[in-house]
């Protein structure tokens, strides 16, 4: 089993930033791939961002590509989302998840989930 639990979430105002974090503990040494995801009022959650534990591959969501990055450090088991030139659309839960499997694509079959943090991004 792997827990999850995200950080760094709050308020922000259109154009501002903000870093979420995810720490990761148990079986860490069983998971190949992490992501974020989000879910907004009323939709579906849908990925925004994944990468591959070892590194070398990454999946992004068209709707942020340029403002947001996915890092991690491994040393800390920590996945962190570097979200800048926030939208009033970028507004919902945001989730951290991981796999043990090696699926396609990446972003796919995510085995743990963390509670989730609300971002807010007031216009």
């Known amino acids: 089993q792997v827990q999850l639990v995200e950080s760094g979430g709050g308020l922000v105002q259109a154009g501002g930033s903000l870093r979420l974090s995810c720490a990761a503990s148990g079986r860490t040494s069983s998971i190949y791939a992490m992501g974020w995801f989000r879910q907004a009022p009323g939709k579906e959650r849908d990925v925004v961002a994944a990468?591959?534990?070892?590194?070398?591959?990454?999946h992004y969501a068209g709707s942020v590509v340029g403002r947001f990055t996915i890092s991690r450090d491994n040393a800390k088991n920590t996945l962190y989302l570097q979200m800048n030139s926030l939208k009033p659309e970028d507004t919902a839960v945001y989730y951290c998840?991981?796999?043990?499997?090696?699926?396609?694509?990446?972003?796919?079959?995510?085995?743990?989930w963390g509670n989730g943090t609300l971002i807010t991004v007031s216009s």
């Open positions: 998840a991981a796999k043990s499997g090696s699926s396609s694509p990446l972003y796919a079959g995510m085995e743990y």
């Open positions: 990468t591959r534990w070892s590194g070398g591959i990454t």
